[in-house]
């Protein structure tokens, strides 16, 4: 085989590697993702793009606290990004803009603005998660009926790290 075609053959080879490995790579253990909207003001921008790793709650559960990427049961072409703020057999309410957990309030120094709202004292289910978007006058969330609980099935990953803009670089605990 001449040396030209033995060449073109070793490309060849490293690009279907290349292309297989970027493949499982997005599909099993980390994803890029564009920011729309302004649900997580002022936490995440419209147009912040993030690293989502999507092993991760494979191994260990979903923490309040944790912001998540996730598919709407209602309508799985729709992904949201909130965040985590009860887990499985919590009792969530909300009181007059206050989010209560188990009775204690919690302490949220992330959101944008006070907000006015009631959500009658609800445990949530197995195999769920309670959220709710930073910017909390403009989030649909699981107050929302079309939203509601999410089923972690439902999660696509957790938020890990703001790539762009490269002035606003952050890594999400």
């Known amino acids: 085989m001449p040396d030209r075609y033995k060449d073109v053959l070793e490309w060849l080879q490293a690009i279907v590697i290349a292309v297989v490995l970027?493949?499982?790579?997005?599909?099993?253990?980390?994803?890029?993702?564009?920011?729309?909207?302004?649900?997580?003001?002022?936490?995440?921008?419209?147009?912040?793009?993030?690293?989502?790793?999507?092993?991760?709650?494979?191994?260990?559960?979903?923490?309040?606290?944790?912001?998540?990427?996730?598919?709407?049961?209602?309508?799985?072409?729709?992904?949201?990004?909130?965040?985590?703020?009860?887990?499985?057999?919590?009792?969530i309410e909300i009181n007059g803009g206050f989010v209560y957990i188990n009775g204690i309030q919690l302490n949220e120094p992330y959101i944008l603005e006070s907000f006015y709202e009631y959500f009658t004292t609800t445990m949530i289910p197995p195999n769920s998660i309670f959220v709710l978007g930073d910017n909390r006058n403009h989030s649909r969330d699981s107050r929302n009926p079309y939203v509601g609980f999410v089923s972690v099935d439902n999660i696509i990953g957790k938020a890990r790290l703001r790539i762009w803009p490269l002035w606003d670089i952050e890594w999400f605990n």
């Open 22 to 91: 970027s493949v499982v790579i997005r599909l099993f253990l980390f994803e890029v993702i564009l920011v729309e909207g302004t649900s997580m003001l002022p936490t995440l921008n419209e147009g912040d793009r993030l690293i989502v790793s999507k092993a991760e709650y494979s191994v260990i559960s979903p923490e309040t606290g944790d912001i998540v990427v996730f598919r709407n049961s209602k309508d799985p072409i729709e992904n949201y990004i909130k965040r985590i703020i009860g887990v499985a057999g919590d009792r």
